[in-house]
């Protein structure tokens, strides 16, 4: 049986979905707001978990490619104090890949493939109708009805009021995010302080992060805890002001960690917000949620990962029971609310650990996770 089934959202939940539904042989409508792939920065870099986000890729038929462009060098990491003293040195073995990091842009554009997506299809609201199917409202007016809708847009999801009234809530902690280019010819003692992966260093209720892209790009992100308009006195787009209070919240700190600040260019604000640890909703026939739009949880390397092992399970689901479609997502909910449940106690509590009134936690957290 064909059913009518659209996606709302291109990233790694929606694509994953997307991919593993065509390698069964059902079409899916993706649904994407932005106008072209290129349309926005891509982002960082994500490490994709061996049971989790590289499981995705091999349910998508993509581990080679992945293999091809994934760093594994890029899990090294080494944490320093404000001091600039090393505390770990921690790099991978040559055959240890249970977390290579992969560009955004590259793994997004490994998921698109030859998939057909929807470019500039901006969702406004789904409406379950009494009898048959779900209406897509689009923000140009538009209106399209589908068998199955599925929401994997993210944290602020426009699919979500259709099962949940939950809204996403403010965590204390804000992150702000700058990058650097050409890194190893432009700034070298910079390159050596971030070696192949991440260089972190955690004071006070702060934390400062460098992590290696491809090309020699580095993203540099700080946390610390703050009410929400901490920047009101700030234009933040104006990059030598975000500089200087940025520094001045970091003041004190060893100045090459400081110089990763000092030769940031533009500084954006991602004030982090999470759903509540055990968000579900009833079942609802016709939608559902994935990826950060059911689970959005802090930003401790496990959002991507849960959101393409949805995506990928949901494909499935649905591809091994195409005649009980509804059958098919309820039993996708019920196993995905537990995983999320549990990876939103563990990365709340990182988080908790990570951006600390006591550093060791951090480095004790580190020593944990490496450990197991
Ligand atoms: C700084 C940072 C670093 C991170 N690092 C990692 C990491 O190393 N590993 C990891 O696993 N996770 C990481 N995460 C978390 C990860 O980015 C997210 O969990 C992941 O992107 C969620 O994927 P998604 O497909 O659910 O949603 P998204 O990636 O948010 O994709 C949603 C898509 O939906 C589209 N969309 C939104 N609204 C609409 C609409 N109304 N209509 C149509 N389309 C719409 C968007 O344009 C977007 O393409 C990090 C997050 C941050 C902020």
Do not use: C
């Amino acid at each position: 049986m064909r059913h009518r089934i659209a996606v709302v959202g291109g990233g790694p939940g929606g694509l994953t979905f997307a991919r593993v539904l065509h390698r069964h042989g059902y079409p899916v409508a993706v649904l994407e707001r932005d106008s072209a792939p290129d349309s926005r920065p891509p982002g960082g870099t994500l490490d994709l978990h061996e049971g989790l986000g590289q499981l995705a890729l091999e349910k998508a038929g993509l581990v080679a490619e992945f293999q091809a462009l994934s760093r594994p060098e890029g899990q090294a990491m080494r944490i320093l104090d404000t001091a600039g003293t090393v505390l770990r040195d921690w790099r991978p073995g040559p055959d240890e890949r249970a977390n290579p990091e992969i560009d955004r842009g590259q793994l997004r554009d490994l998921l698109l493939g030859s998939l057909d997506v929807r470019w500039g299809r901006e969702v406004a609201r789904v409406v379950p109708e009494a009898g048959d199917g779900v209406v897509v409202h689009f923000a140009d007016g538009r209106q399209e009805t589908f068998d199955l809708v599925v929401g994997a847009d993210g944290a602020w999801s426009r699919v979500r009021p259709a099962v949940s009234p939950v809204t996403p809530q403010y965590t204390g902690v804000t992150s702000v995010e700058t990058s650097l280019d050409d890194v190893d010819t432009r700034h070298p003692d910079l390159a050596r302080l971030i070696g192949d992966g991440s260089v972190a260093v955690y004071g006070v209720n702060r934390s400062l992060v460098a992590q290696r892209n491809s090309g020699g790009h580095v993203k540099v992100y700080v946390k610390f805890r703050a009410p929400l308009d901490w920047h009101a006195d700030v234009d933040l787009a104006d990059v030598e002001a975000a500089r200087s209070s940025l520094l001045a919240l970091f003041d004190g700190w060893a100045a090459p960690v400081l110089d990763l600040l000092g030769h940031g260019g533009a500084f954006v604000h991602r004030p982090i917000f999470v759903l509540p640890e055990s968000h579900t909703w009833a079942h609802v026939r016709g939608v559902t949620l994935l990826g950060d739009a059911a689970h959005l949880m802090p930003p401790l390397g496990a959002g991507a990962n849960l959101a393409m092992l949805d995506g990928a399970e949901l494909a499935e689901s649905i591809a091994a029971d195409p005649d009980d479609l509804d059958g098919a997502v309820g039993a996708f909910e019920e196993r995905m609310s537990a995983r999320a449940g549990r990876w939103a106690r563990i990365t709340t509590a990182g988080l908790e650990r990570l951006v600390s009134p006591d550093p060791a936690d951090a480095v004790a957290l580190f020593d944990e996770v490496q450990r197991s």
